[in-house]
């Protein structure tokens, strides 16, 4: 079974500021994809990165980057220059591949990360 | 952009009553799911859909839930006979392949439920 592990209920960070944000996982498949999910205070659930488990290097989207280690099995999501607007609930989630078709995301308990002037 | 569009936002029931979530999934997406969020807890897998059937479902997702694409765009959730620990977000989400790869699960703005 996949297990994802998210350590930060909260986080603070300064504006301007780069955070980084705790993912752990667990799985016996070696073909696997990570995907961050920012959740703000609205609800709705807003994709931001992904990792495959064969990528060669660490997926960066924006101001969004993915400090990928395989053998430690972590996923940390780095955020550069932090904004007000990133003052959200993040998630971390892990894919598998459902046989009779799509996909199935295991998701992390969050990270509450509060962006201050 | 291309979004996934959910209705109700919000929805009130009493305990017992038959609820219908609706979605409409991005139009050339093949996949489609239904995940839900107690208050305050992590996202959790209901469904997966897939050439008109489910392609799996969790343990969450018993006789009481159904799901439904009756029409070619619309994709919906039944709960039967709600009962109080259904009080959720339900998020309904598609995608355009299944297999390995980038596929991202694009989610919609959620329904809140309410059960009294």
């Known amino acids: 079974a996949q297990k994802i592990t998210q350590t930060q209920p909260g986080m603070f960070v300064q504006e301007k500021e780069a955070v980084t944000l705790d993912c752990t996982y667990d799985?016996?498949?070696?073909?696997?994809?990570l995907f961050w999910y920012k959740q703000p205070s609205s609800g709705e659930m807003i994709f931001l990165i992904y990792q495959g488990s064969y990528d060669q290097q660490n997926a960066t989207e924006g101001r969004y980057s993915l400090n990928f280690q395989k053998a430690r099995k972590s996923a940390n999501l780095v955020i550069s220059a932090s904004q007000l607007g990133d003052s959200a609930m993040y998630f971390c989630a892990m894919r598998e591949v459902i046989t009779g078709g799509g996909n199935k995301l295991t998701f992390g308990t969050g990270t509450q990360l509060k962006v201050e002037l | 952009e291309p979004e996934v569009t959910q209705t109700p936002s919000h929805q009130v029931t009493q305990m017992g009553q038959e609820v219908i979530l609706r979605c409409v999934p991005i139009s050339n997406h093949l996949y489609f799911y239904w995940y839900r969020q107690i208050l305050g807890q992590k996202v959790e897998f209901l469904v997966s859909f897939y050439n008109n059937e489910i392609s799996e479902k969790s343990e969450i997702f018993d006789d009481q839930f159904s799901v439904e694409r009756p029409d070619g765009s619309n994709f919906t959730l039944k709960i039967r006979s709600t009962k109080l620990e259904d009080s959720a977000m339900y998020f309904c989400?598609?995608?355009?392949?299944?297999?390995?790869?980038?596929?991202?699960?694009?989610f919609g703005a959620g329904s809140r439920l309410t059960v009294l």
């Open positions: 799985t016996s498949d070696p073909s696997y994809g």
């Open positions: 989400a598609s995608s355009e392949v299944g297999g390995s790869g980038a596929n991202v699960l694009t």
